[in-house]
């Protein structure tokens, strides 16, 4: 037998109780053999997949489907085409408002980057789109699947004490979200948008970059398609962001230590642009200038977040605007739209799913 855990208790023969807790980033390997003995080992997040990848460095382009190991030894896979940042903060996966952002930036251009020039990553930031790494199979089982085991390390969370069932908040696990499961246990985590998507002046294309409004005033389906569009890497499926991926993430900053649950599920203004933030002006502000948690621009707060997840004939968005207050509106807080309806406060993220082989 062979399980992984977060923690482990026993005893010896003498009764003497022992705890053993993995360190931050690792995950302990459990195993017995048909003797009953057994043996214990950290391991990092994918050590149990047998995957064979091709390594990268911090810094680096991805020929092909490759695997990044951090300083900590905690690992992530990085799709055909995109690159590691060369940025220290946001090139650890596990950590205190730090995670893993990958750059889509053309080959020729990557090897002249200085990643320790601010004013040069400034402006990668606001020429190349960007990923963030939520690194699930570090996460605890506290969350659901099936709406009522909360069980899970992938799954939505129920932090305000709504009540998940066919008839009111409910998020089949089939099709589309079966595929993100599927992935998410082959390759341990998933990406997301770094920021809202917002839309290209120029040629209208969806994109994840700092400096620009986010898309606003888009139905349900609209965003939907256009989040199917974004995935630029033949490792990568695109979709708008399901409940159990919005939770997901926002379970990561709770558990790395950014932030705290009741900043999440009671009071999120500290957080983001609401109305009662005087450090923002009361009214939308571009990306990147909405408040960073774990790498992560606008998390909650300037606009809501079109997601999948459903109630009765509506679509379920999250997070609140600039003009909720944050103890109203947290990042946890769940309403619901039409979605056949437009509105200006409005809008959405896509996730990213590496491919798995059938």
């Not at 080992?41 to 064979?52: A, H, I, Q, R, W």
């Not at 069980?151 to 589309?176: D, H, T």
Request: glycine content about 8%; hydrophobic content about 35%.
């Amino acid at each position: 037998m062979k399980e992984l855990c977060n923690e482990f208790v026993f005893w010896d023969e003498r009764g003497v109780i022992f705890e053993v807790k993995a360190a931050k980033g690792k995950l302990l390997e459990i195993s017995i053999g048909a003797d009953g003995k057994g043996s214990m080992k950290e391991v990092s997040v994918v050590d149990d997949t047998n995957l064979e990848l091709p390594s990268i460095s911090a810094g680096e382009y991805a020929e092909v489907l490759s695997m990044y190991t951090d300083k900590d030894g905690n690992k992530a896979v990085v799709p055909q085409g995109w690159t590691v940042s060369g940025v220290a903060s946001e090139n650890v996966i596990w950590g205190k408002d730090i995670g893993l952002v990958i750059y889509y930036i053309p080959k020729e251009k990557v090897s002249g980057i200085d990643w320790k020039n601010k004013s040069k990553v400034n402006g990668l930031m606001k020429t190349y789109d960007q990923l963030v790494w939520i690194p699930i199979n570090m996460l605890s089982d506290t969350s659901t699947l099936d709406g009522i085991h909360f069980n899970e390390k992938f799954g939505r969370m129920n932090y305000r004490n709504e009540e998940f069932s066919e008839s009111e908040y409910n998020e089949p696990l089939v099709g589309e979200l079966l595929g993100t499961k599927k992935s998410i246990d082959t390759y341990g985590g998933c990406y997301i948008t770094r920021y809202k998507v917002s839309k290209d002046k120029k040629t209208g294309e969806p994109r994840s970059i700092k400096g620009a409004y986010p898309w606003a005033e888009i139905d349900f389906q609209t965003a939907k398609n256009v989040a199917a569009t974004m995935s630029k890497s033949e490792n990568l499926i695109s979709h708008l962001t399901y409940g159990a991926e919005y939770d997901t993430r926002i379970k990561w900053t709770i558990e790395t230590g950014t932030v705290t649950r009741r900043d999440i599920a009671e009071d999120s203004t500290r957080l983001g642009n609401y109305h009662n933030n005087k450090e923002y002006p009361n009214k939308i502000v571009k990306t990147g200038e909405d408040g960073c948690i774990n790498m992560i621009y606008g998390l909650t707060g300037n606009m809501d977040e079109w997601t999948q997840e459903s109630k009765n004939s509506h679509r379920v968005i999250r997070g609140g605007f600039y003009y909720n207050a944050g103890f109203d509106f947290p990042a946890a807080c769940r309403n619901q739209l039409d979605p056949k309806d437009c509105y200006y406060v409005t809008g959405f993220r896509a996730t990213f799913i590496l491919k798995v082989a059938i």
